[in-house]
Protein backbone atom coordinates (compact mmCIF):
# COMPACT_ATOMS: atom_id res chain seq x y z
CA UNK A 1 0.00 0.00 0.00
CA UNK A 2 0.82 3.59 -0.08
CA UNK A 3 2.94 5.10 2.60
CA UNK A 4 5.15 8.30 3.44
CA UNK A 5 8.32 8.50 4.96
CA UNK A 6 9.71 11.10 7.07
CA UNK A 7 12.98 11.95 8.76
CA UNK A 8 12.82 11.97 12.32
CA UNK A 9 12.74 14.52 14.87
CA UNK A 10 13.09 16.68 16.40
CA UNK A 11 15.25 19.33 14.02
CA UNK A 12 16.28 21.85 16.14
CA UNK A 13 18.02 25.14 13.85
CA UNK A 14 19.50 28.59 14.71
CA UNK A 15 16.99 31.48 13.11
CA UNK A 16 18.48 32.46 9.34
CA UNK A 17 19.44 28.50 8.68
CA UNK A 18 18.86 26.49 6.30
CA UNK A 19 16.22 23.89 6.73
CA UNK A 20 15.27 20.45 4.89
CA UNK A 21 13.11 18.28 6.13
CA UNK A 22 13.65 14.56 4.26
CA UNK A 23 10.48 12.83 2.74
CA UNK A 24 10.31 9.61 0.76
CA UNK A 25 6.94 7.70 -0.53
CA UNK A 26 6.02 4.65 -1.80
CA UNK A 27 2.71 4.55 -4.21
CA UNK A 28 1.82 2.44 -7.09
CA UNK A 29 0.54 5.35 -9.73
CA UNK A 30 1.09 8.88 -9.91
CA UNK A 31 0.05 10.21 -6.14
CA UNK A 32 -0.22 14.27 -5.49
CA UNK A 33 2.27 15.27 -2.71
CA UNK A 34 1.36 17.64 0.13
CA UNK A 35 3.09 19.34 2.91
CA UNK A 36 1.32 20.45 5.73
CA UNK A 37 2.36 22.51 9.18
CA UNK A 38 0.69 21.94 12.57
CA UNK A 39 1.54 24.98 14.85
CA UNK A 40 1.43 24.16 18.65
CA UNK A 41 -2.44 23.49 19.54
CA UNK A 42 -4.04 23.85 15.90
CA UNK A 43 -5.45 21.86 13.20
CA UNK A 44 -2.66 21.02 10.17
CA UNK A 45 -3.05 23.83 7.32
CA UNK A 46 -1.70 23.07 4.11
CA UNK A 47 1.43 24.58 3.31
CA UNK A 48 2.15 23.34 -0.37
CA UNK A 49 1.54 20.59 -2.64
CA UNK A 50 2.45 19.73 -6.45
CA UNK A 51 0.32 16.91 -8.59
CA UNK A 52 2.86 15.72 -10.73
CA UNK A 53 6.35 15.09 -11.84
CA UNK A 54 8.63 18.03 -11.46
CA UNK A 55 6.19 20.30 -10.50
CA UNK A 56 7.24 22.85 -7.41
CA UNK A 57 5.26 23.94 -4.88
CA UNK A 58 6.04 26.75 -2.74
CA UNK A 59 4.76 29.07 -0.26
CA UNK A 60 5.80 31.22 2.58
CA UNK A 61 9.29 30.84 1.37
CA UNK A 62 9.18 27.04 1.75
CA UNK A 63 9.20 24.94 -1.51
CA UNK A 64 9.76 21.29 -2.40
CA UNK A 65 9.79 19.64 -5.58
CA UNK A 66 8.49 16.71 -6.94
CA UNK A 67 10.87 14.13 -7.78
CA UNK A 68 9.54 10.60 -9.16
CA UNK A 69 13.04 9.02 -9.71
CA UNK A 70 14.08 9.30 -5.96
CA UNK A 71 10.05 9.18 -5.01
CA UNK A 72 10.94 11.80 -3.10
CA UNK A 73 9.19 15.48 -2.32
CA UNK A 74 11.72 16.92 0.03
CA UNK A 75 10.55 20.37 2.28
CA UNK A 76 13.07 23.46 2.19
CA UNK A 77 13.34 26.93 3.36
CA UNK A 78 16.50 29.20 2.63
CA UNK A 79 16.30 30.89 6.20
CA UNK A 80 13.88 29.73 8.78
CA UNK A 81 12.35 32.09 11.76
CA UNK A 82 11.47 31.34 15.15
CA UNK A 83 7.91 31.31 13.74
CA UNK A 84 8.13 28.48 11.69
CA UNK A 85 8.53 26.46 15.01
CA UNK A 86 6.18 23.63 14.30
CA UNK A 87 5.28 19.86 13.31
CA UNK A 88 5.69 18.96 9.61
CA UNK A 89 3.86 16.74 7.81
CA UNK A 90 4.54 14.56 4.49
CA UNK A 91 1.10 13.10 2.62
CA UNK A 92 -0.11 11.75 -0.37
CA UNK A 93 -3.18 11.35 -2.12
CA UNK A 94 -3.45 8.63 -4.48
CA UNK A 95 -5.70 8.38 -7.92
CA UNK A 96 -7.51 11.06 -6.01
CA UNK A 97 -9.37 8.64 -3.65
CA UNK A 98 -10.56 9.63 -0.15
CA UNK A 99 -7.62 9.66 1.82
CA UNK A 100 -4.48 11.25 2.39
CA UNK A 101 -1.67 8.97 3.36
CA UNK A 102 0.33 10.99 6.21
CA UNK A 103 3.98 10.16 7.37
CA UNK A 104 4.78 10.71 10.95
CA UNK A 105 5.42 14.27 11.35
CA UNK A 106 8.75 16.27 11.85
CA UNK A 107 8.56 18.52 14.73
CA UNK A 108 10.70 21.81 14.27
CA UNK A 109 12.28 23.52 16.74
CA UNK A 110 13.98 27.39 15.46
CA UNK A 111 15.81 29.11 18.54
CA UNK A 112 17.25 32.25 18.39
CA UNK B 1 -14.79 32.51 6.92
CA UNK B 2 -14.33 29.47 5.28
CA UNK B 3 -13.35 26.76 8.18
CA UNK B 4 -14.38 23.00 9.37
CA UNK B 5 -15.86 23.90 12.74
CA UNK B 6 -14.97 21.00 15.63
CA UNK B 7 -16.63 20.59 18.88
CA UNK B 8 -15.81 20.36 21.97
CA UNK B 9 -11.53 21.12 21.85
CA UNK B 10 -11.40 18.43 24.90
CA UNK B 11 -12.95 16.38 26.27
CA UNK B 12 -12.33 13.95 28.94
CA UNK B 13 -15.11 10.89 29.91
CA UNK B 14 -15.03 7.52 31.29
CA UNK B 15 -15.34 4.01 29.89
CA UNK B 16 -18.67 3.22 28.04
CA UNK B 17 -19.60 6.62 28.21
CA UNK B 18 -21.40 7.14 24.77
CA UNK B 19 -20.10 10.27 23.01
CA UNK B 20 -20.18 12.36 19.90
CA UNK B 21 -17.96 14.90 18.86
CA UNK B 22 -19.59 16.98 15.92
CA UNK B 23 -18.13 18.38 12.73
CA UNK B 24 -19.51 21.31 10.80
CA UNK B 25 -18.08 22.89 7.51
CA UNK B 26 -19.02 25.58 5.72
CA UNK B 27 -17.58 25.48 1.84
CA UNK B 28 -20.39 22.92 0.92
CA UNK B 29 -17.69 20.70 0.21
CA UNK B 30 -18.45 16.56 -0.87
CA UNK B 31 -15.84 15.11 0.96
CA UNK B 32 -15.43 14.65 4.60
CA UNK B 33 -13.24 12.23 6.70
CA UNK B 34 -12.01 11.90 10.19
CA UNK B 35 -8.47 11.26 11.48
CA UNK B 36 -6.89 10.86 14.68
CA UNK B 37 -3.34 11.60 15.49
CA UNK B 38 -1.50 9.72 17.45
CA UNK B 39 2.33 10.01 18.71
CA UNK B 40 4.81 8.26 16.34
CA UNK B 41 1.58 7.15 13.65
CA UNK B 42 1.46 10.17 12.30
CA UNK B 43 -2.61 10.33 11.11
CA UNK B 44 -4.19 7.74 10.58
CA UNK B 45 -8.25 7.85 8.50
CA UNK B 46 -11.05 6.50 10.86
CA UNK B 47 -14.02 7.15 8.21
CA UNK B 48 -15.14 9.21 4.80
CA UNK B 49 -17.90 10.41 3.16
CA UNK B 50 -17.90 11.09 -0.50
CA UNK B 51 -21.54 12.55 0.27
CA UNK B 52 -24.94 13.04 2.21
CA UNK B 53 -25.80 9.22 2.95
CA UNK B 54 -22.15 7.56 1.72
CA UNK B 55 -19.71 7.21 4.16
CA UNK B 56 -17.00 4.33 4.59
CA UNK B 57 -14.26 3.02 6.43
CA UNK B 58 -10.54 3.99 6.88
CA UNK B 59 -7.95 2.27 8.09
CA UNK B 60 -9.01 2.10 11.85
CA UNK B 61 -12.45 2.52 12.17
CA UNK B 62 -12.92 0.06 14.81
CA UNK B 63 -15.08 1.09 18.03
CA UNK B 64 -16.65 4.24 15.77
CA UNK B 65 -19.34 5.35 13.83
CA UNK B 66 -20.16 8.18 12.00
CA UNK B 67 -22.97 9.42 10.23
CA UNK B 68 -24.28 11.52 6.93
CA UNK B 69 -27.51 12.91 7.34
CA UNK B 70 -26.93 16.53 5.58
CA UNK B 71 -24.18 17.64 3.40
CA UNK B 72 -22.47 20.22 6.25
CA UNK B 73 -22.62 17.28 9.50
CA UNK B 74 -20.15 14.83 10.24
CA UNK B 75 -20.22 13.41 13.62
CA UNK B 76 -18.18 11.22 15.30
CA UNK B 77 -19.80 8.82 17.22
CA UNK B 78 -17.89 6.13 19.80
CA UNK B 79 -20.48 3.93 21.69
CA UNK B 80 -18.51 2.65 24.07
CA UNK B 81 -15.24 4.56 24.68
CA UNK B 82 -12.28 2.74 25.69
CA UNK B 83 -8.68 3.98 27.11
CA UNK B 84 -7.10 3.09 23.48
CA UNK B 85 -9.08 5.67 21.91
CA UNK B 86 -7.30 8.55 24.29
CA UNK B 87 -6.25 10.49 20.91
CA UNK B 88 -6.28 13.83 19.27
CA UNK B 89 -9.10 13.81 16.13
CA UNK B 90 -9.20 15.81 13.27
CA UNK B 91 -11.83 16.28 11.00
CA UNK B 92 -11.39 17.49 7.40
CA UNK B 93 -13.31 18.82 4.42
CA UNK B 94 -12.44 18.54 0.52
CA UNK B 95 -14.08 19.96 -2.84
CA UNK B 96 -14.16 16.70 -5.35
CA UNK B 97 -10.70 16.04 -6.21
CA UNK B 98 -8.93 15.58 -3.71
CA UNK B 99 -5.39 15.42 -5.53
CA UNK B 100 -5.36 18.75 -6.16
CA UNK B 101 -6.93 20.52 -2.90
CA UNK B 102 -5.95 18.29 -0.22
CA UNK B 103 -8.09 18.74 3.03
CA UNK B 104 -8.88 21.64 5.31
CA UNK B 105 -8.83 20.32 8.59
CA UNK B 106 -10.26 21.55 11.93
CA UNK B 107 -8.44 22.85 14.97
CA UNK B 108 -9.05 19.70 16.68
CA UNK B 109 -10.35 17.51 19.53
CA UNK B 110 -8.42 16.32 22.19
CA UNK B 111 -10.18 13.18 23.79
CA UNK B 112 -9.41 11.45 27.19
CA UNK B 113 -10.54 8.36 28.08
CA UNK B 114 -10.48 7.23 31.66
Known amino acids: GDSVTQMEGPVTLSEEAFLTINCTYT??????LFWYVQYPGEGLQLLLKATKADDKGSNKGFEATYRKETTSFHLEKGSVQVSDSAVYFC???????????FGTGTQLKVEL | EAQVTQNPRYLITVTGKKLTVTCSQNMNHEYMSWYRQDPGLGLRQIYYSMNVEVTDKGDVPEGYKVSRKEKRNFPLILESPSPNQTSLYFC?????????????FGSGTRLTVV
Open chain 1, 91 to 101: ALNEGGGNKLT
Open chain 2, 92 to 104: ASSKQGLRDYGYT
Open chain 1, 27 to 32: ATGYPS
